[in-house]
C-alpha cells in the first residue's frame, strides 16, 4: 500500500553529476530506512547508499565519498546526490523504503520497491 517513485536518472559524461529522487506515498504510519540500489544488466542487485530514520548512513566503497544520501521526512522522500560519476555506475536504480503503514486500527510492517531510473554514464 505504499507506493515509491523515482526521478532524475539520464544521460551524463564520466565526471558529472545527478541527483536521483524517490518519493513514498501512501498510508504512512513511519518510514524506518530508505535505501538505494542498483542493478546493472547480468548483474546482481547491490547496495548503494542506506539512512535511517536518524540520518546514519551506509554507503560501499565503490561509492564512498562521490555518493551523498539524504531525506526529507516531511516529504517522504529521499535523494542520492552522485557526482564524479563513473562509467561503471551505469545501473537501473531502485529506491526501497521500510516501515509501517496505516491498517484500520492498527499497523502493519511494509517494504516496498520503486520501478527504477535508468543512469547511464558515458565514457
Known amino acids: 500500500q505504499v507506493q515509491l517513485v523515482e526521478s532524475g536518472g539520464g544521460l551524463v559524461q564520466a565526471g558529472g553529476s545527478l541527483r536521483l529522487s524517490c518519493a513514498a506515498s501512501g498510508s504512512i504510519a513511519s518510514i524506518n530506512a530508505m535505501g538505494w540500489y542498483r542493478q546493472a544488466p547480468q548483474k546482481q542487485r547491490e547496495l548503494v547508499a542506506t539512512?535511517?530514520?536518524?540520518?546514519?548512513?551506509n554507503y560501499p566503497d565503490s561509492v564512498k565519498g562521490r555518493f551523498t544520501i539524504s531525506r526529507d521526512n516531511a516529504k517522504n522522500t529521499v535523494y542520492l546526490q552522485m557526482n564524479s560519476l563513473k562509467p561503471e555506475d551505469t545501473a537501473v536504480y531502485y529506491c526501497?523504503?521500510?516501515?509501517?503503514?496505516?491498517?484500520?486500527?492498527?499497523?502493519?510492517?511494509?517494504?516496498?520497491w520503486g520501478q527504477g531510473t535508468q543512469v547511464t554514464v558515458s565514457s
Open positions: 539512512i535511517r530514520n536518524g540520518g546514519n548512513t
Open positions: 526501497n523504503a521500510d516501515g509501517y503503514y496505516h491498517s484500520g486500527l492498527t499497523v502493519r510492517p511494509f517494504g516496498s
